[in-house]
Every structure is written in C-alpha cells, then in structure tokens.
C-alpha cells in the first residue's frame, strides 16, 4: 500500500472516531434534557436553583 493511502486511510479513522464523539455527546445531552423535562412534568423537585444546604436531609427528633 502505498504511503498516501495509508495516511489517507488513518486520517478517516480519526475523523470517523471525533464524529463518534460528537454523536454520543450529542445523545447525552438530548437524554438528559429529557430526563429533566419528565421530572419537571411529574412534578419532581428540581434543586438546581437552590442554595447550598437547601434541600438536605433534616434531624425530625431535633
């Protein structure tokens, strides 16, 4: 094989590869988006806006 098919060749694997990436990000990213959007449907808490300590466990014998 001569040595430009084979830098060619390399060279789509790696764009195939970063495509792979972006894919599965991108996946990730539309799962959670809808992973929120049931939550916030099933009427969930979200604790995203809360500050810190708010939210937490509470002592009921206190």
């Given at each position: 094989m001569e040595m430009m098919?084979?830098?060619s060749s390399l060279l789509a694997m790696q764009a195939g590869n970063t495509r792979g990436q972006i894919a599965a990000a991108i996946v990730k990213n539309n799962a959670d988006a809808e992973k929120f959007a049931v939550q916030t449907l099933l009427g969930q808490p979200s604790q995203a806006n809360l500050g810190a300590g708010v939210g937490?466990?509470?002592d009921r014998l206190a």
């Open positions: 098919a084979m830098v937490g466990s509470l």
